[in-house]
């Protein structure tokens, strides 16, 4: 369809959004800074706008942190009755994603919509709206586009807005992202849309990073595996249960079941390669024991595996594997200065 463009004042940005919720599941940033988080139906003069990146990815928009699947009851001899819990196809509305996480969404779009789809995830992803907000203000150490990442993403987008100042720019690039349009919205006019294009031009080149993955592609699998590298880039990393809020590429599931008698629900909820038993087989064999291993696996899948099967790198750029994992380790410097013994 033919984009459209608007204008926004920021003083009707929360009557738009509140007219979102009454038709719409709505999720939007809340909180201040560095302490922002995506919840369910804020109201509008709650929602921020005024922040880098959330704390967690949001990915449990989409992909709950526990998921439930069905229920069952045991009925005796053998027999067991179950209840299928349908995907979730609520109409929702995902407001003010930045950059790195429309690019997140691309990841986990690889992940559970490619080969084996995932119905509850599509069923989520097909019923949402995204409105993107563009990356004019990145956080020091973010390094989006140096892992391909458009500050003002049109891909993955219903609706790109960029920052002016007391208004939005407001492009609508899908069906779903021109359905939302209002009447709080104006059209834009030359000297409006001079004035974003401006503000995206300035914007691009602030989050690059060598990361010299062009050396990369003269090595083979293998190579890259074995190299002595990792032996000791992995010292001082402290296996974080959690990471998983933090990341998007390396996405794992486990299957739980929760009961209380002879009834009970059976849930898909996260893990982490750092997870207690993560890599233990039904025979009892560990065939990830060290933390070296477990990694060097999330490295060189974000940055070599993933691109291999997907044409794109598996890392948002987003920062929080810098700012919030217990690591402590900085993966741009990781990436740049892998030794491949040249």
Same mark, same amino acid.
């Given at each position: 369809?033919?984009?459209?463009?608007?204008?926004?004042?920021? %003083?009707?940005?929360?009557?738009?959004?509140?007219?979102?919720?009454?038709?719409?599941?709505?999720?939007?940033?809340?909180?201040?800074?560095?302490?922002?988080?995506?919840?369910?139906?804020?109201?509008? *003069?709650?929602?921020?706008?005024?922040?880098? =990146?959330?704390?967690?990815?949001? @990915?449990?928009?989409?992909?709950?942190?526990?998921?439930?699947?069905?229920?069952?009851?045991?009925? +005796?001899?053998?027999?067991?009755?179950? *209840?299928?819990?349908?995907?979730?196809?609520?109409?929702?509305?995902?407001?003010?994603?930045?950059?790195?996480?429309?690019?997140?969404?691309?990841?986990?779009?690889?992940?559970?919509?490619?080969? @084996?789809?995932? *119905?509850?995830?599509?069923?989520?992803?097909? =019923?949402?709206?995204?409105?993107?907000?563009?990356?004019?203000?990145? %956080?020091?150490?973010?390094?989006?586009?140096?892992?391909?990442?458009?500050?003002?993403?049109?891909?993955?987008? &219903?609706?790109?807005?960029? &920052?002016?100042?007391?208004?939005?720019?407001?492009?609508?690039?899908?069906?779903?992202?021109?359905?939302?349009?209002?009447? !709080?919205?104006?059209?834009? #006019?030359?000297?409006?849309?001079?004035? %974003?294009?401006?503000?995206?031009?300035?914007?691009?080149?602030?989050?690059?990073?060598?990361?010299?993955?062009? @050396?990369?592609?003269?090595?083979? &699998?293998?190579?890259?595996?074995?190299?002595?590298?990792?032996?000791?880039?992995?010292?001082?990393?402290?296996?974080?249960?959690?990471?998983?809020?933090?990341?998007?590429?390396?996405?794992?599931?486990?299957?739980?079941? $929760?009961?209380? +008698?002879?009834? +009970?629900?059976?849930?898909?909820?996260?893990?982490?390669?750092?997870?207690?038993?993560?890599? $233990?087989?039904? =025979?009892?064999? &560990?065939?990830?024991?060290?933390?070296?291993?477990?990694?060097?696996?999330?490295?060189?899948?974000?940055?070599?595996?993933?691109?291999?099967?997907?044409?794109?790198?598996?890392?948002?750029?987003?920062?929080?594997?810098?700012?919030?994992?217990?690591?402590? !380790?900085?993966?741009?410097?990781?990436?740049?200065?892998? #030794?491949? +013994?040249?």
């Amino acid at each position: 369809m033919t984009m459209n463009n608007y204008v926004l004042s920021k %003083a009707k940005l929360k009557y738009w959004l509140e007219d979102i919720r009454r038709r719409n599941e709505l999720w939007a940033p809340v909180g201040e800074r560095d302490s922002v988080s995506y919840l369910k139906n804020p109201k509008g *003069e709650d929602v921020a706008t005024e922040f880098t =990146n959330s704390l967690d990815c949001p @990915k449990y928009i989409f992909s709950p942190q526990q998921d439930p699947i069905c229920n069952f009851e045991i009925k +005796g001899r053998g027999e067991v009755v179950v *209840e299928e819990i349908k995907p979730d196809t609520t109409p929702r509305v995902v407001f003010g994603l930045r950059p790195p996480d429309v690019r997140g969404l691309e990841i986990m779009d690889a992940y559970l919509l490619k080969d @084996k789809v995932d *119905e509850r995830y599509k069923a989520k992803r097909d =019923n949402t709206t995204v409105v993107s907000l563009g990356y004019h203000n990145p %956080a020091p150490c973010c390094f989006a586009e140096a892992v391909g990442v458009d500050l003002f993403p049109k891909k993955g987008s &219903d609706i790109l807005l960029t &920052d002016l100042g007391r208004s939005y720019y407001v492009e609508t690039l899908s069906e779903k992202g021109e359905n939302l349009v209002s009447e !709080h919205f104006n059209e834009a #006019d030359d000297i409006v849309r001079n004035e %974003a294009w401006d503000i995206q031009k300035r914007s691009k080149g602030t989050t690059d990073f060598d990361l010299h993955l062009d @050396k990369w592609k003269d090595f083979t &699998d293998s190579e890259i595996y074995t190299l002595p590298y990792w032996d000791e880039i992995y010292l001082g990393v402290i296996a974080d249960s959690v990471a998983t809020r933090y990341f998007y590429s390396g996405t794992y599931f486990k299957i739980v079941d $929760v009961s209380k +008698g002879t009834r +009970g629900t059976r849930y898909k909820t996260w893990t982490t390669m750092y997870s207690p038993n993560f890599s $233990v087989l039904p =025979n009892g064999y &560990d065939y990830k024991p060290s933390l070296k291993e477990k990694f060097k696996d999330w490295i060189l899948e974000m940055f070599h595996f993933f691109p291999k099967r997907h044409g794109f790198i598996g890392c948002s750029g987003a920062h929080r594997c810098i700012a919030g994992m217990t690591t402590k !380790h900085d993966i741009r410097k990781i990436i740049a200065n892998v #030794d491949f +013994g040249t």
